[in-house]
Every structure is written in structure tokens, then in C-alpha cells.
């Protein structure tokens, strides 16, 4: 029912930008919580950046001033521009979509590699 589809990933050097898009499926980008998460080799997965349906955003301490989380409701998609890339931002990148009951839904990833 409801399907989220990353893109976007790609290698970048060092201090580099990139935009990761979220397309949703099945349910609107404008009445849920979507979120961006990472996950790196042998680390756990942690949240990057969130915006809700108000449109408030929060994000990690890591990606404050670099990252900006954006919504395009008429194309129902969700977007992260990531700027001043560095190697330690490399992951795979995952899109979820969090309804006002609690089902949440996630997308297969993108990788994003940053490397000289």
C-alpha cells in the first residue's frame, strides 16, 4: 500500500553537495512525519533529519548547518540537500514515512559515498 523510493545516492568527494529524493506512495508526504536516516558499515542506524506535518524540522547534531530536509506536496516527495559532504557522512541513506497512528514505512536506500 504504501511504497517510498530513494534516489540520489552517488560518490562525491570531500566538501561536495548532493540531493536525495524521496518519492512516495500510497499516502501523502504532507499529513506524516518523514524522516531521513543513515546507516554506515558496522554502525547502527540513527536519525539525520525530520519534518513534520506542520512543517517543523529537527536534525542531528552531526548535519546541523550542512543539511537541509525540504516536502514538495504536490510531487509527494521528500528531499535532503546535503552540503559540505565529508567521509564520515558515508552511508546508506533511508527515507521513512511515520503516520499519525504509529505505522511506519521505510524506503530501500540509497548509498551515498564521500571519498577522494
Known amino acids: 500500500q504504501v511504497q517510498l523510493v530513494e534516489s540520489g545516492g552517488d560518490l562525491v568527494q570531500p566538501g561536495g553537495s548532493l540531493r536525495l529524493s524521496c518519492a512516495a506512495s500510497g499516502s501523502r508526504v504532507s499529513v506524516n512525519t518523514m524522516s531521513w536516516y543513515r546507516q554506515a558499515p558496522e554502525k547502527q542506524r540513527e536519525l539525520v533529519a525530520t519534518?513534520?506535518?506542520?512543517?517543523?524540522?529537527n536534525y542531528a547534531d552531526s548535519v546541523k548547518g550542512r543539511f537541509t530536509i525540504s516536502r514538495d506536496n504536490a510531487k509527494n516527495t521528500v528531499y535532503l540537500q546535503m552540503n559540505s559532504l565529508k567521509p564520515e557522512d558515508t552511508a546508506v541513506y533511508y527515507c521513512k514515512l511515520r503516520t499519525l497512528l504509529g505505522n511506519s514505512y521505510w524506503g530501500q536506500g540509497t548509498q551515498v559515498t564521500v571519498s577522494s
Open positions: 519534518v513534520t506535518s506542520g512543517g517543523s524540522t
